[in-house]
């Protein structure tokens, strides 16, 4: 008896290539106003960047949490001569560094702490490997990372938007995002993160597709969105 031929594994379609026309139209379908977004905006100019470890991308994370792009480049760079470049950042080779010589890259006490955690957590399994990262689901990534001292949903969003490329996640609790949507309907306050992840939930399964067009909306002047009819 011959075996049953294997179904095709789907490959799941990530940004910015998910982004098509179709798709585009689901959403002005779903939610008119975002027509406007999307024409005041322009084209979707999304870029990933890439994921070559977790380990990796979550230091590079809790270093530039609450500092200015420049200075957080200064000190992660310090920390990568002291580690490792590339592949040789592992964290093996940070675990094997005393504080004092991670200290003097400029890392706060805090932030020591969590990326020492980070490391510890990697080479124990609670931070996946690269290959199980890319098949995991968005909550299960979310539920494993957030055990990491210093790394909060917010965080791994950003992972999951900007790495890891996933079309359908919402950061409700981003300011820009909220922002942007208070600017677009012509709200005289931002939404509270409850009531935008209810409204949300008309975007799926693009919902990464609209925080970046609502990010873009944040940076324009007050009146560029028309407010609604009776707002």
Known sequence: MRPMPRAPVSTPVLLPDA?????????????????????TIGPFRFERSPLHSPFEALAHSIVYQQLHGRAAATIFGRVCERVGQGKGFTPQKLLALPDTTLREAGLSANKLLAIQDLARKTVDGTVPPLARVRRMSDADLIEHLTQVRGIGQWTVEMLLI???????????DDFGVRKGFMML?????????KALLAY?????????????????????????????EGG
């Open 19 to 39: 982004f098509t026309p179709a798709a585009r139209r689901a959403l002005v379908r779903a939610d008119p106003i975002l027509g406007t977004l999307f024409k």
């Open 162 to 172: 900007f790495r890891l490329g996933r079309p359908d996640i919402l950061p409700v």
């Open 185 to 193: 309907h012509g709200l005289k306050e931002q939404p509270k993160p």
């Open 200 to 228: 949300g939930e008309r975007w799926r399964p693009y919902r990464s597709v609209v925080s970046w067009y609502l990010w873009r909306a944040a940076d324009k002047p007050v009146g560029t969105f028309a407010p609604p």
